[in-house]
């Protein structure tokens, strides 16, 4: 009897030990979210954050359990809410951030602790944080081809550059290096702005007083605005070409008029009702933006909003062949996650098809761009 009680004894202390996989195993999955809800990136993360309303309850059976914390943008904020969904959450999947700085930090968390993480900016993916990360938003060098290319259709060969003085505008002024300046244009001036700022009026002067054929807008959110508000009010004639990163109404409710014939890179959500019917991102990209606009209004669409349901759309794909390999909580499920990543192929999305491989963890092609401009106060496609 004794050995008996003995025997259970060490029975419960060995399940009780941390890191026993009979501990480990849950049954739900966790998923911990952090994007910006506050800051200069708010009007990023709250579409984001909206968008989680029209997201699975459970997938592949099992319950999804989301914890989402706001980092302001805020890179050291970022790192600080992936160690809780690592230590405290014990998360099965990370997202975020909205923005590229805190991006790149949820992503060195996430590898060093061996989570997939979906990143919901665009931000580098260095061989340090290849194995657990994807990137959902296109690459840079994706949407800046068609702006490089519209411009070459229409005889420019001068652009200024206007961007934010961090690793997001670093992304552009390298990627115009890389790609437009083989095409044949040249950047004629370079100016900076923080996220935080109200005024660029400094910056604009410059761009004006060199006098390009062109100016790209390297920011993104309601932000983006403020260089295009103020070239035009200084008379600046030319066309004025902005990221992906400004695809929102509200670049339309703050820039004003000032935002007409601009030409702006987007992703097929922003105008899902353009898209021939054989477009695979048609259907879920009109599923979004209708149950999206009846709750928040008319013209409520966003690109950013479409960045946190795609991630959905990939989970729905990955996690049933991931419950193979092993239970929520356990290394083996994260593990699965990882591996369908780049096993799943031809994920269909409202931003693009994703085909993730080793080395590609972006995933997207051409059906993920779509070129607009704003005519009347809304958004066209371009010509």
């Excluded at 060995?14 to 996989?21: E, K, S």
């Excluded at 300046?181 to 004629?188: K, Q, S, Y």
């Excluded at 008379?235 to 008029?257: C, E, N, P, V, W």
């Excluded at 051409?366 to 070129?371: E, G, K, N, P, Q």
Aim: proline letters at 7%.
């Amino acid at each position: 009897m004794r050995k008996a009680t003995l025997a259970a004894a060490a029975l419960a202390a060995a399940i009780a030990l941390p890191g026993a996989p009979a501990l480990a195993q849950t049954n739900e999955i966790t998923i911990g979210i952090s994007i910006s809800t506050t800051g200069p990136a708010a009007a990023l993360g709250i579409p984001e954050r909206n968008a989680l309303d029209f997201v699975p309850k459970e997938i592949g059976g099992v319950p999804l359990k989301l914890i989402v914390l706001d980092d302001g943008g805020d890179p050291t904020a970022a790192t600080t809410n992936a160690r809780r969904f690592v230590t405290e959450s014990k998360a099965d999947i990370i997202m975020g951030s909205c923005t590229t700085p805190p991006s790149i930090a949820v992503s060195t968390v996430a590898n060093e602790a061996g989570i997939p993480h979906l990143g919901l900016a665009p931000f580098p993916i260095n061989d340090a944080r290849m194995k657990w990360s994807v990137d959902l938003p296109q690459s840079i060098p994706i949407m800046g081809k068609v702006l490089y290319e519209h411009m070459k259709a229409h005889n420019i060969k001068t652009v200024g550059y206007i961007g934010y003085s961090d690793s997001y505008g670093d992304l552009w002024v390298n990627d115009f290096k890389a790609q437009a300046v083989p095409m044949g244009l040249t950047m004629t001036d370079e100016e900076r702005f923080a996220r935080p700022d109200t005024s660029v009026a400094g910056q604009v002067l410059k761009l004006v007083a060199a006098d390009p054929d062109a100016i790209l807008v390297g920011a993104s959110g309601t932000a983006a605005a403020l260089p295009q508000t103020a070239l035009r009010e200084r008379g600046y004639k030319g066309l004025i070409y902005q990221t992906h990163g400004a695809a929102s109404m509200d670049f339309i409710r703050i820039a004003g008029a000032a935002a007409e014939g601009v030409i702006m890179s987007a992703g097929p959500v922003m105008s899902p009702e353009t898209q021939a019917d054989s477009a695979l991102t048609k259907k879920p990209g009109l599923a979004l933006n209708t149950a999206y606009e009846a709750k928040y209004g008319a013209n409520s669409r966003s690109q950013f909003a479409g960045h946190s349901y795609d991630a959905f759309e990939v989970l729905k794909r990955v996690i049933p062949v991931a419950l193979k390999a092993g239970k929520p909580g356990t290394p083996e499920f994260r593990e699965g996650i990882r591996k369908a990543f780049i096993s799943e192929k031809e994920i269909v999305a409202t931003q693009g098809v994703y085909n993730w491989t080793e080395k590609d963890r972006y995933g997207l092609d051409d059906r993920s761009r779509i070129l607009l401009t704003v005519k009347d106060g809304k958004y066209v496609p371009a010509m």
